[in-house]
C-alpha cells in the first residue's frame, strides 16, 4: 500500500516534521518514492484455513524480540475466506 498523507485539505501529518506545507510535501513524496523502491514481499503460512473474514495483526519485530519502531508495516487488517493452496 502506499499513502501520500497529503491532500487539498489534508492537515500536517505529526510524523513530519517541516517549516512549511512545501517542505512537508516534498518530505511526503520522498517517502512515497521509498515505499515504491524499497519494499518486501512477506509469505505467510497460516495454522489454520481462514474460512471467515478474520482479524489479524502484523508485527516486525527486533532479535530481541521487542517490535520495531523502524519500521512502518502495511497490511490488510482482515484476512479475508480463500480456498487453500496446493503444494
Known amino acids: ?5 497529503y491532500g487539498g ?3 500536517t501529518n505529526p510524523y ?12 511526503a513524496l520522498q517517502r512515497l ?9 512477506l509469505d505467510l503460512r497460516l495454522p489454520e484455513t481462514v ?4 482479524k489479524w495483526k502484523l508485527e516486525v519485530m527486533e532479535a530481541n524480540g521487542k517490535p520495531s519502531r523502524q519500521v512502518e508495516v502495511h497490511y490488510p487488517q482482515q484476512l ?3 480456498a487453500k493452496a496446493s503444494p
Open 80 to 82: 479475508m475466506p480463500c
Open 9 to 11: 485539505s489534508s492537515p
Open 1 to 5: 500500500m502506499l499513502t501520500l498523507p
Open 16 to 27: 513530519i516534521v517541516a517549516k512549511t506545507r512545501g517542505d512537508a510535501l516534498e518530505v
Open 51 to 54: 474460512d471467515k473474514p478474520t
Open 33 to 41: 518514492y521509498q515505499q515504491m523502491g524499497e519494499f518486501y514481499r
